[in-house]
């Protein structure tokens, strides 16, 4: 074994080969600084360029911690004296802020209330026992209910109902087979498209209503958020069901004994007690506030006063609301909208934008179209890639300045950030399901492409079609 | 003594839990067996842990404790673990989180001062050194792996010995080829070999490697000296000399039949990381199970 000395030798000889991608990120950081700033940027706007960059390769290659990366921006934003300390702390936290923590506390509390067991009843009877109608209604209850409280509160609360019905239908769930895998698919698709439906389905949407309003473009409630939205979930939820019942189709196409074992199950665990029923009409005062209240006083607000009422009803406790709840996403978010919002005000994100239009007006003539395809292809492409929410961060204000009606760039965008189908880190439900070691990196390329082109013709559809109807 | 054998399933790691249960028995030493699922990526952590708390509260196994669960009935088949632990089944609810990543189900055993079953998440190599640098192994035990990237990372950072198990099969009739050259490590590899000559019932071939004639008579000494440790042990042994490059002799004289014993040449990591080490260059193109002593 090794000595002392050797011992500190070879943990930093592992340490250099685990974090080639931090100390390259190091050296393009540096080479970026000392070229000289491009014809039209700003030097407040080139080193902001550094940071989007630095931020970048760190949160795809995962060499740091998510958190510390967060940390990295906001050093970053002051040390290259893009703002001062008080005005990067100013746009740190804002009401979009206040709304993901807010949503992911209240995510928190309602997965601890133990739902799950009432909601698969709710599912199987429903759907009675045809496992064509079970991955229905599994894709149509994730996708409705991930768009008003969360992809991956719903992943958490489906994952069990899913396994359990595979357990009881004499399934392995120690292998993966067709029915896993259109089971659990139907689990992770349909919250992901669920997550478009209205603000509270996902941090960016958020993220996009709360530049609208900082760059002053629109003030877009929840109510008129749903109005452009959700048409399109309920649209696709039929399309991806078949996309995935034909890409995964099992030999068992009745899940009779299954679905009655579940009922068993489930009658054994009683009728919804008075906490779980409190919680139900917490949260639908939440929603109401959403809809009724927000304009006034913002979503965020309206969150954390629910989260409020679970702590004060003592629905949870704040040391499991601490001890569940992902901090460091909330950080990050944070300074990435700060980010986001320096971009906007060293010109950076114009600059960007005017460059793209330069460039694509050598090969194609409609600036409309270019503009739609470039955000709607690349937020899709690396929301595949990186946290969605951190996708539209850093894209939002560029595809707001590219010259066309900022409402549609902005709804395009944020909508294309949840086809999330093609990989595993794509986003936390599809994390969630391949952590039961039943689905494999293939199987979401097999169906994730074709679900993909859907939407993305589907989205445009809507964006030409249905949207300037809207504004 | 505490020895660390890697298991990753049913399919692929009954040989070596095997093989790791049967050296802990010779060298009466701790087993820990561990079975290192998938990363989860950092956006995720937290958000599957909360689908694995609900998953049990339906009473249903996360993901790796099938794995513990199928070492337990081995360990239990094999009259490792006591008769008590046996009829109650596997403990599921001593499976407790000891740190971010790691949880950990507590047994008593028989053969064994003690078992213990740890199931840990993330990159492999990150997690094998960490675990072996929290509780001080002495040897690693290992499959081989289809990388020899992961078998090059394995023999270069981890700070233990470690057994490479490599197509080993039950039945097999096996002797220990104990590769003696420039080492500082020749008499712990020496000692190790009487250990598992033991366990295995096994005889050992002793090949002492010099580069050059000169190198080969510096070596003769070490040669002598675990000929009499092996003759002390009452280890049937036979005992040769070769000149040549130790990779290529080695390579020539391990086969299917021998599991292969050698050190690692120098302790400065640094050298290690860039000269390469014998034992790798063996590993990427042998049969053998192979036991690195570090």
Redesign the interface.
């Known amino acids: 074994?090794?000595?002392p000395s050797?011992?500190i030798?070879?943990n930093l000889?592992?340490w250099v080969?685990?974090k080639k991608w931090l100390i390259a990120t190091f050296f393009i950081s540096i080479s970026i600084f000392y070229l000289p700033t491009p014809e039209g940027l700003s030097p407040e706007g080139h080193r902001t360029l550094i940071i989007v960059i630095t931020a970048l390769i760190l949160i795809i290659s995962?060499s740091i911690?998510?958190p510390a990366v967060a940390l990295l921006i906001i050093i970053m934003e002051v040390v290259l004296g893009i703002d001062t300390p008080n005005g990067v702390a100013s746009t740190f936290m804002s009401d979009a802020v206040f709304f993901i923590m807010g949503s992911l506390m209240l995510a928190?509390a309602i997965?601890h209330q133990?739902l799950?067991?009432h909601l698969a009843l709710m599912i199987v009877t429903l759907t009675g026992n045809k496992t064509w109608r079970i991955s229905l209604g599994f894709v149509g209850v994730s996708a409705i209910m991930s768009s008003f409280i969360g992809e991956?509160t719903v992943?958490?609360?489906m994952?069990?109902v899913a396994?359990?019905l595979l357990?009881n239908s004499g399934v392995s769930?120690?292998r993966s087979t067709e029915i896993s895998t259109l089971l659990l698919f139907s689990i992770a698709y349909g919250c992901a498209l669920g997550s478009i439906g209205t603000p509270s389905g996902g941090g960016r949407n958020a993220i996009m209503i709360g530049y609208f309003a900082e760059f002053g473009l629109a003030d877009i409630s929840y109510l008129d958020w749903m109005k452009y939205a959700y048409p399109m979930l309920l649209i696709e939820i039929p399309l991806a069901s078949a996309i995935l019942w034909y890409t995964f189709t099992p030999e068992k196409t009745i899940m009779d004994s299954a679905v009655r074992k579940l009922k068993v199950d489930v009658a054994k665990s009683g009728s919804l007690n008075s906490n779980q029923k409190l919680s139900i009409i917490v949260f639908i005062f939440v929603f109401i506030g959403w809809i009724f209240l927000s304009p006034r006083i913002g979503l965020g607000i309206v969150a954390l006063s629910g989260v409020f009422l679970y702590l004060s009803l003592r629905l949870i406790e704040w040391n499991d609301i601490a001890t569940?709840?992902?901090w460091?996403?909330v950080i990050l978010f944070g300074s990435v909208i700060s980010l986001g919002i320096q971009m906007k005000d060293t010109g950076a994100a114009s600059w960007l934008a005017q460059s793209f239009l330069d460039f694509s007006q050598l090969f194609v003539a409609d600036q409309i179209l270019t503009s739609w395809f470039f955000s709607v292809v690349l937020c899709s492409v690396m929301t595949n890639l990186l946290?969605n929410a951190a996708t539209v961060a850093v894209l939002g204000p560029i595809v707001l300045d590219l010259g066309v009606n900022p409402i549609i760039m902005g709804m395009a965008t944020s909508v294309a950030s949840a086809f999330a189908y093609l990989t595993?880190?794509a986003?936390?439900t599809c994390?969630?399901i391949?952590?039961?070691?039943l689905v494999s990196s293939k199987d979401y390329f097999k169906a994730g492409w074709k679900l993909f082109i859907v939407s993305i013709v589907l989205l445009f559809l809507i964006s030409f079609l249905y949207w300037p109807m809207l504004s | 003594m505490k020895i660390l054998i890697a298991i990753s399933s049913k399919k692929y790691s009954s040989q070596t839990l095997e093989v790791g249960m049967r050296v802990a028995k010779a060298f009466n030493a701790k087993p820990t067996i561990v079975d290192v699922g998938d990363k989860i990526n950092q956006f995720s952590l937290k958000e599957v842990g909360v689908a694995q708390e609900r998953m049990e509260s339906w009473d249903l196994d996360r993901p790796g404790v099938e794995v513990l669960e199928w070492a337990f009935d081995f360990l239990s088949e094999n009259k490792f673990i006591e008769k008590k632990e046996i009829e109650s089944g596997f403990p599921k609810n001593t499976l407790i989180e000891t740190g971010g990543r790691r949880s950990e189900v507590y047994l008593k055993g028989t053969v064994c001062d003690d078992v213990s079953l740890i199931l840990r998440n993330g990159e492999i190599i990150e997690e094998l050194i960490s675990e072996v640098q929290k509780e001080h192994y002495d040897v690693t035990i290992i499959g081989k792996s289809q990388s020899s990237k992961k078998d090059y990372e394995l023999s270069q950072y981890i700070d233990s010995s470690i057994f490479i198990v490599n197509n080993y099969q039950f039945d097999r009739n096996y002797k220990i080829l104990l590769a003696i050259h420039e080492s500082h490590f020749t008499k712990k590899a020496v000692k190790y070999s009487v250990r598992i000559a033991q366990a295995f019932n096994i005889g050992v071939n002793i090949i002492v490697i010099g580069k050059n004639n000169e190198s080969i008579d510096g070596l003769k000494k070490a040669g002598k000296w675990s000929a009499k440790f092996l003759r002390r042990n009452k280890i049937s042994f036979s005992e040769s000399f070769e000149i040549g490059d130790p990779v290529e002799v080695i390579n020539k004289k391990a086969d299917k039949n021998h599991i292969l014993i050698m050190s690692l040449e120098s302790n400065n990591p640094l050298k290690t990381f860039f000269k390469g080490n014998t034992p790798l260059k063996i590993l990427k193109q042998t049969q053998s199970s192979v036991l690195i002593v570090k």
């Open positions: 074994m090794f000595g050797n011992q030798l070879n000889l592992f080969s685990r995962e911690p998510i928190v997965v133990g799950d067991k991956h992943a958490a609360m994952l069990p396994l359990s357990k769930i120690n569940r709840m992902n460091g996403i946290s595993i880190v986003s936390p994390m969630i391949h952590s039961t070691g």
